[in-house]
């Protein structure tokens, strides 16, 4: 028994009364009768108490005390006269009690409380009851003070249940002639959660919601169409997606290169393609274009890369370069290794300058294909120290020691020489 031990303990202001309460926790012979009543006032003094740290803590202990703590608790969270601070952690607390009074009395705080992280606390502690609390955040969407909350927690609830409250926020925002009155952010966080959901009611939404006036819906949108590659031929996506690859917003390009890079066609890849060599498009949507034909990574999008090779800026290239670095398959690395070495051997002017012979030999060391061992090795020759140190490392790379070595006892070079020389003795390391 403990009743001593408890009788000693002082007001834990101390910066042990964690780990007295764990202790407490640990030695008791069972959580009920008297026993149990000190613990949990003791918890609850500490927790009323203690600064921010301790009440942390603290919090972590309490599903330990079990559904007893939920009557007090509940009482100190619908005190108006305690802290904000202790408020907002007696609704984080009771969010990992999965009783209906808990859901009642969290319903009840973002009806009347007016402070926004208490409410936001509260939210967050009501998604713990997952399709439970789906009927009460409902209603509260009908409020415009907790409308915000309400949709985020359905949001990240999910699942079927929270599909049809969400369509309604999506669907009553897209029926309003402007959105003076309403928030776009509140719809694009709606459509983004249904996005997951292949429910048919969410489509004629995601079509209406792409050519919204409002950035982020349309940002939403494509989004949640890139995701749909079973409607790719129904409703013709590619054509849909292209579209927004020329938006004047800059977020909504980018998640068109995304979606186009998600359907991974020809004809997705053709079109970023066109993108990616427009003279009009700017060089970080450029870039956004690179790295999308680079997630395809098929045969017919490594050309588009290998087209737009001469005409890139030299941020563009480099991309280009180390995406073609970074493919895994082993035929697109074959294919990839012949770009980079006809690139490497054309007379392009971004070629000669060091930080693009650099990329390239950091590519062909990660693609590992033996057919770059000559090319990296007249790199060692290059006038530019860093170059044949990138060359160096892409060597070790194809672990081309045995080959150096015998081409050491080749006519070289004065240059070529000192180069493999150097080579030789790193990769002895």
Known sequence: MIENDLALLQPPQSTDAVTRLQWLLNQAESLEGEEYSQILEFALTALSWGDFQQRWDIAKLF???????IAPLIALLEDEQTDWELRWFVSRILGDFHEPVVLEALVNLLKTSEGEDLIATAAI??????SAAIAALTDLLAEPRTRMVATRSLCVIGGPASVPPL????????QQDSYSSGDPALCAMALEALSNSTDPAITPLLLQALKHTAAPIRRAATIGLGLRSDLLAQLDLVSLLQERLWDFNFEVCQAATIALSRLGTPAAAIALARLLQSPQTPVPLQIEAVRALGWIGTPIALEQLQSAIAIAPVPALREIISVLGRLTDLETQIQATQILLQLLNSFLPNVQFPPIKQAIAMSLGQLGQPQAFDALVQLLADSDKSVQLHAIAALRQLEAYPNLEQLSHSRLSPELAQGVATALQELKV
């Open 167 to 174: 369509l309604n926020v999506v669907g009553e925002f897209l």
């Open 63 to 69: 599903p330990k005390l079990g559904t007893g703590a």
């Open 125 to 130: 502690a009501l998604t713990n009851f997952g």
